[in-house]
């Protein structure tokens, strides 16, 4: 229980760097192509990582680095789908969007291991859903460019359910490593048809290495780390709170107003985690989220 508290904890951490990343990453994202920004940001963020451990690299062979390709490819597949949905579509609808992960997590979880979730998580994931919806939706309108962003939605639950089934056992800091190194190699080759391009200015470096150091490296290590302890569906519930974070962020910055509307979705991802988080002295975590599915 203790490391399952210290993993909500991470996790929580987690949450908040990705979240302070979108305020900072938004001026920046208008002097560079989100290809070359992101292909930057993950080879500084998986280089950055080798350097501190070079041993790490020793480490990559069997199934460490077949499942850390494998993931590192989903999870350039999610950043690569949400880049298209967010040309095609709006900011504030593919925000919404990506964040069905939390329905789409425990479904792939009943879907592909059998497992059944429990009623506490599907309230759970319907709240942080609602929540999500009432921060980021700003009209309501559908388009086939919001497609392409629930391909993204889809490929972040799988990222999520990989690592809960890949994680625990493995080498945390080489499958992280990996991961980032492959979606680094995606970018790369998603940057090369129109040319790279390097960052202009001191602001866009300050956004790259932000978000290299703080919601790449830091996060995807605590997150392979906490998914190794942790199930997957209360791990996409938690990491909802991202937008929350980033919410609180904009106010802070001064690029967003808090309204009610924010407020209240706040208070609904908030009671969401605080529903699948709250000790049970009848049951242990696994028991509370899961049962069998009956053949």
């Given at each position: 229980m203790k490391r399952n508290g210290l993993g909500v904890a991470a996790l929580l951490v987690v949450t908040i760097a990705w979240g302070a990343s979108f305020v900072v990453m938004k001026p920046a994202m208008e002097k560079i192509p989100i290809f070359d920004f992101l292909a930057i940001r993950f080879t500084i963020a998986a280089l950055l990582m080798i350097?501190?451990?070079?041993?790490?690299?020793?480490?990559?062979?069997?199934?460490?680095?077949?499942?850390?390709?494998?993931?590192?490819?989903?999870?350039?597949?999610?950043?690569?789908?949400?880049?298209?949905?967010?040309?095609?579509?709006?900011?504030?609808?593919?925000?919404?969007?990506?964040?069905?992960?939390?329905?789409?997590?425990?479904?792939?979880?009943?879907?592909?291991?059998?497992?059944?979730?429990?009623?506490?998580?599907?309230i759970g994931a319907i709240l942080a859903t609602v929540g999500l919806g009432f921060i980021t939706i700003k009209d309501a309108s559908f388009d086939f460019g919001q497609i392409w962003t629930i391909l993204c939605a889809l490929g972040f639950a799988a990222h999520i359910v990989g690592l809960g089934k890949w994680s625990p056992g493995k080498d945390v800091y080489a499958l992280t490593?990996?991961?980032?190194?492959?979606?680094?190699?995606?970018?790369?080759?998603?940057?090369?048809?129109?040319?790279?391009?390097?960052?202009?200015?001191?602001?866009?470096?300050?956004?790259?290495?932000?978000?290299?150091?703080?919601?790449?490296?830091?996060?995807?290590?605590?997150?392979?780390?906490?998914?190794?302890?942790?199930?997957?569906?209360?791990?996409?519930?938690?990491?909802?709170?991202?937008?929350?974070?980033?919410a609180l962020t904009s106010v802070a910055v001064g690029q967003e107003v808090l309204s009610l509307q924010v407020i209240l979705g706040g208070l609904l991802m908030l009671a969401a985690m605080l529903l699948i988080e709250w000790p049970r002295k009848d049951s242990t975590p696994e028991e509370v989220i899961y049962e069998p599915m009956a053949h």
């Open positions: 350097a501190f451990k070079p041993s790490v690299l020793k480490a990559f062979k069997g199934p460490t680095l077949i499942y850390g390709v494998v993931l590192g490819a989903i999870l350039g597949f999610s950043y690569v789908t949400q880049t298209i949905g967010l040309v095609l579509s709006t900011a504030a609808i593919t925000s919404f969007v990506t964040g069905l992960y939390v329905i789409l997590t425990p479904i792939l979880v009943w879907v592909i291991f059998k497992k059944k979730p429990r009623g506490i998580v599907a490593v990996i991961q980032l190194a492959t979606v680094a190699v995606i970018c790369w080759i998603g940057a090369a048809p129109d040319g790279i391009q390097a960052p202009l200015d001191g602001e866009v470096w300050f956004a790259i290495i932000f978000t290299a150091v703080f919601a790449t490296a830091l996060a995807f290590f605590i997150q392979t780390w906490a998914q190794s302890i942790m199930d997957a569906s209360r791990v996409a519930i938690i990491l909802t709170m991202e937008v929350v974070f980033a």
